[in-house]
């Protein structure tokens, strides 16, 4: 049955959102203790079909056909699934042995791990048999799975964990966020996979205007948490605060306070001077903290 459930994958809803280096060898997957489940023998390798030929229409996208060599020699590190793995259905990411990489998250049980010696037995959303089932997500309270995939989104062997990165720039500046995902915490108050977010780390660095350009760097430990924040003014000032609410709070009074204090004349300020940039580029990190200030 498990053969049945793996080969009619089901794409959950992906959030877009790499570091990974050598991989130690494989563990046997055990099955988890108690005798609840039976563990299937493994498909052996040697016995595998996959589908070389080139995805339809892939000239198109200004891609190379890409032929599915199999992944199955290249090892994956020890790995046993958290318990929350053992709830019932959730999302498993299929990650590349060599790169960490996850291409893709499907609905999946443990069965379907032990059944399958921890590996994927065909290739799914351009990752190879042979790829890796890693635990991701548990299911929310409502019965719906989903995940995170992408290039960004990597494996870390080293932690069972995921890194999941964004990076985007358009003509405001670059914004980068860096995150961990902890499986286990996933939607632990049964609805906000969110919750398995730790060590969010957000940095926006503005295009330049007048010779000036403003960057925030914003930390949190989890979603629901303070957020440290340092807004750096290039060439003139940097300011920090402990919570999003003394951003709001102190941000346009300390800037004043700051033009004023190096003997800038902020009451009448000359069109597109000193005073005008700095103003002009405070407002662009204020969209960080979108809900706290009255104008977002």
């Known amino acids: ?27 046997t997957p055990q099955p988890i203790p108690s005798g609840a489940l039976e563990t299937p023998q493994p498909i052996p390798s040697d016995t ?13 996208w200004g891609q190379p056909p890409r032929t599915f060599d199999p992944v199955f020699n290249i090892p994956g590190g020890a790995y046993t699934p958290p318990p929350e793995a053992s709830q019932g259905v959730g999302g498993w990411a299929i990650v590349h042995p060599g790169t960490g990489v996850v291409h ?24 190879p048999a042979g790829c890796l089932l890693r635990f991701q997500t548990r299911a929310t309270s409502d019965g719906n799975v989903a995940g995170w995939h992408g290039p960004e989104v990597t494996f870390d062997k080293n932690d069972d964990t995921f890194d999941l990165g964004y990076s985007n720039t358009d003509s405001s500046g670059t ?24 060590n969010i780390r957000t940095e926006f660095i503005s295009s330049r205007l007048n010779d000036l350009a403003i960057k925030l760097v ?26 999003d609410e003394q951003v709001v709070q102190n941000l346009d009074t300390d800037i004043a306070d700051a033009l004023t204090s190096a003997g800038h004349d902020i009451a009448v300020p000359e069109s597109g001077g000193f005073v005008e ?20």
């Open 104 to 127: 893709g998250v499907i609905v999946a049980t443990i069965e379907t791990y032990y059944s399958n010696n921890g590996r994927m037995q065909i290739e799914y959303m351009g990752c």
């Open 218 to 243: 914003k930390l949190q430990e989890r979603q629901d948490s303070d957020s440290y924040s340092e807004i750096e003014i290039s060439g003139f000032k940097t300011f920090t605060y402990e919570s």
């Open 277 to 296: 940039t700095v103003k002009t580029l405070t407002e662009k990190v204020k969209r960080y903290f979108a809900g706290f200030f009255s104008s977002e």
């Open 175 to 198: 914004t980068i966020v860096k995150q961990k995902l902890i499986p286990a915490r996933t939607a632990t108050d049964g609805v906000n996979l969110s919750t398995g977010l730790v």
């Open 1 to 27: 049955m498990e053969e049945v459930m793996l080969k009619q994958l089901a794409l959950v809803v992906a959030l877009v959102f790499l570091p990974t280096s050598a991989w130690a060898n494989d563990a």
């Open 48 to 60: 595998l079909e996959w589908d070389q030929a080139p995805i339809p229409g892939s000239e198109n």
